[in-house]
């Protein structure tokens, strides 16, 4: 089946220790897209990739950046983790036909925890 | 702005009972509307979607009409089952496609 896939499902790090969340996808789509959430939040997004176009959300911290380095690929790095980064991230992704309805499907998430 | 307003929950229904979650909008022009629903530890699930004025979306149950008179997308379903326990998210697509605005979620809790 085609999807998006998350790993890992949790991730423990230190406080100011760099850390990358993984995602990956076979549906081949054009758009991939990463979210937080907090508990009992709606996802938040923090930025998405057309293609190679990268398309960063004005209110995200300079602390998170992204690369995707292939169509099926796109990483989340943390530079310096702080305890409020600790979240759900959710990776999505979405055909990229501006012509058309843009359907986002989810990976199962990360579960970071800061200690 | 697009936006998204959600009923807040919790709810809690027994097993059977009839289900409404209401969800409207605020949108320019003719955004697509969808419900999520996210089981505990998990990703973001598609339920149903809907693209355009009238259009009836369902799913496993559950159902939800895009109301452009009243900017709504209500999620209904007739007998909930206890496997219906999670969140559900109402979001819409806009004039940005690539932007999703959701709602800030309503949990549902079934009882047997």
């Known amino acids: 089946d085609a999807m998006v896939i998350q790993n890992p499902r949790y991730q423990v790090t230190q406080f100011g220790k760099p850390v990358t969340l993984s995602c990956s996808q076979t549906l081949n789509h054009n758009v991939m897209y990463w979210y937080q959430q907090k508990s009992s939040q709606a996802p938040k997004l923090l930025f998405h990739?057309?293609?190679?176009?990268?398309?960063n959300e004005a209110d995200t911290p300079d602390n998170f950046q992204s690369r995707r380095p292939n169509t099926s690929f796109c990483f989340l790095d943390i530079r310096s983790p702080g305890l409020g980064d600790a979240a759900m991230y959710l990776c999505?992704?979405?055909?990229?036909?501006?012509?058309?309805?843009?359907?986002?499907?989810f990976g199962p998430g990360t579960r970071l925890l800061v200690l | 702005g697009d936006s998204v307003t959600q009923m807040e929950g919790p709810v809690t229904l027994s097993e059977e009972a009839f289900l409404t979650i209401n969800c409207t909008y605020t949108?320019?022009?003719?955004?697509?509307l969808f419900w999520y629903v996210q089981y505990p530890g998990e990703g973001l699930q598609l339920l149903l979607k809907a693209t355009k004025a009238d259009d009836k979306g369902s799913n496993k149950g559950f159902e939800a009409t895009y109301r452009k008179e009243t900017t709504s997308f209500h999620l209904e379903k007739g007998s909930v089952q206890v496997s219906d326990s999670a969140v559900y998210f109402c979001?819409?697509?806009?004039?940005?496609?690539?932007?999703?605005?959701f709602g800030s979620g309503t949990k549902l809790n079934v009882k047997p």
């Open positions: 979001a819409l697509s806009g004039r940005n496609f690539n932007k999703f605005y």
């Open positions: 949108a320019t022009g003719y955004p697509s």
């Open positions: 990739y057309y293609d190679k176009d990268f398309n």
């Open positions: 999505a992704t979405s055909r990229g036909d501006r012509e058309l309805t843009e359907t986002q499907y």
